[in-house]
């Protein structure tokens, strides 16, 4: 049973424009919604993360949006640039100490 | 802060061999570490989770007799692949768990090994 599903696999986007990635995920006990950033080669790097009492959550040019009912959150790049080219994974947490990851996102940010 | 480093950055070894990876939480105290390994394109694989003083517990699938774990301090977790074959080649990434903040996970910079 997959617990989260991260859409979309890969994404290309002109620079400048908007980034969304979404995660679904079915365990109602997560309580901590991350997403990380990696570049090749590289480990994981915390972007932002989000607690379910609040629906958005906003850090310079990345944005968090939780729809607790819907069981979604989103990941949002505004003004994405070229060096924002990588892969994103939402890994959400709850109960146990251990992050579920999604399968991940590539993204691509053409100059 | 929050700064997670590990060691060595990438390792050769030849079949048979044993190699160990370090994993160190370098301005923080982390009684819980955990250990991935990851193919490439692929996403993060938990292998075990290692508790500070205590026994790893390791995730299903994983042979707990080939990838031992050692949490022998606050910020030190070892994880040694004994006797390595081939498949053994991965990406293996350490994160450790912040006790004193809400609980995120920082990673390594991850091992790149090679089992020829």
């Known amino acids: 049973q997959q617990q989260v599903k991260q859409s979309p696999q890969s994404l290309i986007v002109q620079k400048g424009g908007i980034s969304i990635i979404n995660c679904a995920y079915e365990n109602t006990a997560f309580d901590y919604f991350p997403w990380y950033q990696q570049f090749p080669g590289k480990g994981p790097a915390l972007l932002i993360a989000?607690?379910?009492?609040?629906s958005e959550k906003k850090e310079g040019r990345f944005t968090i949006s939780f729809n607790k009912s819907a069981k979604q959150f989103s990941l949002h790049i505004m003004d994405s640039q070229p060096g924002d080219s990588a892969t994103y994974f939402c890994a959400p947490q709850g109960g146990s100490e251990k992050l579920v990851f999604g399968k991940g996102t590539k993204l691509t940010v053409n100059p | 802060g929050a700064v997670v480093s590990q060691h060595p950055s990438w390792v050769i070894c030849k079949s048979g061999t044993s190699v160990k990876i370090e994993c160190r939480s370098l301005?923080?105290?982390?009684?819980?570490m955990f250990w991935y390994r990851q193919f490439p394109k692929q996403s993060l694989m938990l292998m075990a989770t290692s508790n500070e003083g205590s026994k790893a517990t390791y995730e299903q699938g994983v042979e707990k007799d080939k990838f031992l774990i050692n949490h022998a301090s606050l910020t030190l977790s070892t994880l040694t692949v004994t006797s390595a074959h081939p498949e053994d080649s991965s990406f293996y990434i350490c994160?450790?768990?912040?006790?004193?903040?809400?609980?995120?996970?920082?990673f390594g910079p991850g091992t790149r090994l090679t089992v020829t």
């Open positions: 994160s450790a768990r912040d006790l004193a903040g809400v609980g995120e996970q920082y």
């Open positions: 301005d923080f105290q982390a009684t819980t």
């Open positions: 989000i607690r379910p009492d609040v």
